[in-house]
Structure formats: C-alpha cells, structure tokens
C-alpha cells in the first residue's frame, strides 16, 4: 500500500495540523493580548502545507494606518478578512515543520494524484474542527467571536470561503463574516 491511499497517513497529518494550529494560536493570543475575531489556515489549490493567520481589531487599525502613512487610503472594512495584509500572517509558521515534512512525504504538489490533495485538504480542515470540538476557540459568546476557516488566498471566491466557514463554525459566530463576504 502506497503512503497515499494510507488512512493513517492523513490521520497523522491532520494531528500535526491541529497540534501545530493549536501551539500558534495559544503563543499568539499569550503574546499579544488582542481582540482576535479570526484564526485560519491558507493553503493552496494544490494542497501545499498550511500557514497561520490571525486578525485582531487593534492589528486591522495598524495595518489601516500602516497603508495611510504611505498615502494609501484603505478603510477596516475593506481590509478585516485580508489575512496576509495582517501583521498576524504567519505567526507561529516555524511550528509547522513537522507538517511540512508530512506533507513533502506525499510527493510534489504538482504531481500529486487529485484525491491525495482533497485527502490533506480534508486533513486541514479536520483539524480545525477538531480543535474546535473540544472547545479550544472558547464556548459560547466567547466562541462566536472567533470565525475559524481554511482560505487559499488569490483563489477565494465568496461561495467556497463561505462553504468552508460554515462546515467550521457556529453560525452565531458568522454574521458579519457572511454579510461582508456576501457584498
């Protein structure tokens, strides 16, 4: 049996992803005392290993008036779902090396059969709602304030960010993430 059609495999991955998700998003919370409304995982269409992300109100304020002090007028509403505009971007990606190395075990993206990359595409996702499940983005108002997703950034059509936000999260968590994705 090849690594690829090996349910252990993506089991294996996808508790690395949700281990790797769970040590960024708990540094980044103790490191910077923010009002986080957002915590995801990019990837790619291909199913290249997953980055961190994380928006903060206090983060989309500076990153509004980091664009302003170089003559660029953007507004918060323009940029509160631009994960990499985020100074968040990235936090805790060294803590995805194992999943790296996972990842890189099933061969190049780019050659990698279909069903392999929808495997580990499920593997991400997986995790986040494993995580999830027992209660790690908090429980009642304090969950709803926290949208979880997995995004590829460059190829996010509104339905597909949607879809995989609402297989993540609560909907009372979603209001606002829908409506502005909705416009």
């Not at 005392?33 to 989309?60: C, K, M, N």
């Not at 805790?92 to 990698?112: C, I, K, S, T």
């Not at 609402?166 to 909705?182: C, I, K, M």
């Amino acid at each position: 049996m090849t690594l690829e059609h090996h349910p252990a495999a993506y089991a294996r991955v996808r508790s690395a992803i949700r281990e790797a998700a769970r040590r960024a998003w708990t540094e980044l919370r103790r490191e910077h005392p923010e009002s986080f409304y957002y915590f995801g995982l990019w990837t790619t269409p291909l199913a290249h290993r997953p980055a961190p992300t994380a928006l903060s109100v206090e983060g989309l304020r500076r990153t509004v008036d980091h664009y302003g002090a170089r003559g660029m007028t953007v507004t918060e509403d323009e940029l509160r779902w631009a994960e990499n505009d985020s100074p968040f971007d990235l936090f805790g990606d060294a803590g995805f090396a194992e999943v790296e190395e996972l990842f890189d075990a099933f061969g190049n993206p780019y050659d990698r059969p279909r069903a392999v990359n929808e495997a580990l595409f499920e593997a991400i996702s997986g995790a986040l709602a494993d995580l999830d499940a027992e209660g790690f983005f908090g429980t009642g108002s304090a969950r709803d304030a926290v949208v979880v997703n997995v995004t590829m950034p460059g190829h996010d059509e509104a339905e597909d960010v949607l879809e995989s936000a609402r297989a993540l999260n609560p909907p009372t968590a979603l209001g606002r993430y829908e409506a502005d994705w909705s416009e």
